[in-house]
């Protein structure tokens, strides 16, 4: 899981424009990196070019930060 914890760190770092040290487990997308909604939307299309995968976007939206995000696209993987 970490290649895909630090693979989803890369995406949102680039999408949001900040540094990848501010991109911690915890970050919320919103409340601590600043995130709007065009650019959740972005980052939804980001993860799924990044991982080769088709996300729900709505579920994929509920996504408030990186821990979740990493757990979410795991799941998807395993499948």
């Not at 290649?3 to 900040?18: D, G, I």
Request: net charge negative.
């Amino acid at each position: 899981m970490e290649n895909v914890t630090e693979r989803v760190k890369a995406v949102v770092a680039r999408q949001l424009k900040v540094s990848p040290e501010k991109v911690k487990d915890e970050s919320d997308f919103v409340k601590d990196l600043g995130a709007e909604s065009i650019q959740s939307l972005e980052l939804v299309a980001a993860f799924e070019e990044e991982f080769n995968i088709e996300l729900d976007e709505e579920a994929a939206l509920q996504v408030k930060n990186v821990k979740d995000a990493v757990g979410f696209i795991s799941k998807i993987l395993e499948k």
